[in-house]
């Protein structure tokens, strides 16, 4: 059983665009919720992460949205940029046992 | 400060062979997760360590272990290689329990099995 669900798969977005990349999730112990951003080569970099008991969070071009009662989340990506193509992965966690479950991953390509 | 590091980058290792992966955290940090990376499973948990001892455990075959030492440095060992171990193999360090959540990752160890 998947226990967080991340869409799309794939994005192509134009530069000066807004990249939108979703997740839901199922068990209400998770209290956690990072965004990370991974390119070729490399680890995973967290971007930005929220509680619960916010419903958004903003970090320059990075925004998270948080609905608690339709268990879901987004990242949105303001005035995407080539540099911001890279696989994005949204992640829970139950602070109780400090482990992450990333989602699947979205490709982001931002064409110039 | 430094940032996590792994050794090797790279492994290249034959079925039934072992193999023995380094990761040293952040300065400061106590607490070590691994995790795997596959193109068809995504990213994995693997185990978590804090003071030297496993507190999270996820669902691999007991191939895969691992350890802290006193000075946080962690390692994990695979036994008996088979093909779909072949992966990046993730890790991350944290300040541990009570100390927040964020995870920073490592570089990784891709490891290919032939």
């Known amino acids: 059983q998947q226990q967080v669900k991340q869409s799309p798969q794939s994005l192509i977005v134009q530069k000066g665009g807004i990249s939108i990349i979703n997740c839901a999730y199922e068990?209400?112990?998770?209290?956690?919720f990072p965004w990370y951003q991974q390119f070729p080569g490399k680890g995973p970099a967290l971007l930005i992460a929220i509680r619960p008991d916010v419903s958004e969070k903003k970090e320059g071009r990075f925004t998270i949205s948080f609905n608690k009662s339709a268990k879901q989340f987004s990242l949105h990506i303001m005035d995407s940029q080539p540099g911001d193509s890279a696989t994005y992965f949204c992640a829970v966690m139950n602070s109780g046992y400090s482990t992450l479950t990333f989602g699947k991953g979205t490709m982001l390509l931002v064409s110039p | 400060k430094a940032g996590v590091t792994q050794t090797p980058r790279y492994l290249i290792k034959t079925r039934g062979q072992q193999v023995t992966l380094s990761c040293s955290p952040i300065s400061g940090h106590r607490s070590v997760s691994w995790y795997q990376q596959t193109p068809g499973q995504g990213l994995q948990f693997l185990f978590e360590?804090?003071?030297?001892?496993?507190?999270n455990k996820g669902n691999f075959p007991g191939r895969f272990s691992g350890r802290q030492f006193s000075n946080s440095r962690s390692e994990m060992n695979v036994s008996t290689l088979e093909l779909g171990d072949s992966a990046l193999y993730l890790c991350a360090s944290s300040l541990g329990p009570l100390g927040g959540d964020t995870q920073y990752f490592g570089p990784g160890t891709r490891l290919t099995v032939l």
């Open positions: 068990n209400t112990a998770f209290d956690y």
């Open positions: 360590y804090f003071s030297e001892t496993q507190r």
